[in-house]
């Protein structure tokens, strides 16, 4: 559930993501979960954090499941883009696999220069809700 405070806490974890970059052990994933926790008070990856990605990916295929239905199994059932709300989960696949936030008509990722990147929010795949 969204603390009642949760556009502030969103607007502070977006302003820290900018001094961040996509790396080995700060990718995507941790990125949203960031933002998800500033916004719920919920950490739904702790089991992954100090993982490199590619042991967070190994994780996850030891566990039997996959990215998408790990998603599912925590928000739900994905929803139309257009549906998208600020502080949604935003994923894209191209041109790879992408996990962001969603912040009105543009969706924020973390970005492998540093930062954060922007990107049209309706030509994403998938729209998670973040309750």
């Given at each position: 559930m969204r603390l009642p405070d949760w556009p502030e806490r969103l607007a502070e974890a977006l302003d820290q993501a900018r001094a961040r970059s996509f790396s080995e052990t700060d990718y995507c994933v941790l990125f949203a979960a960031d933002c998800i926790a500033a916004i719920t008070g919920t950490d739904?990856?702790?089991?992954?954090?100090?993982?490199?990605?590619?042991?967070?990916?190994?994780?996850?295929?030891?566990?039997?499941?996959?990215?998408?239905?790990?998603?599912v199994?925590?928000?739900?059932?994905?929803?139309?883009?257009?549906?998208?709300?600020?502080?949604?989960?935003?994923?894209?696949?191209?041109?790879e696999l992408a996990t962001g936030i969603c912040c009105g008509q543009k969706a924020a990722f973390l970005s492998s220069s540093g930062g954060l990147a922007f990107k049209p929010t309706l030509e994403q795949r998938w729209a998670f809700r973040v309750r």
């Open positions: 739904y990856v702790a089991d992954y954090r100090g993982l490199t990605i590619d042991d967070a990916k190994a994780k996850l295929k030891d566990s039997g499941s996959t990215f998408y239905r790990l998603l199994s925590i928000f739900g059932k994905p929803v139309p883009l257009a549906f998208a709300q600020r502080g949604d989960i935003i994923v894209r696949t191209e041109p």
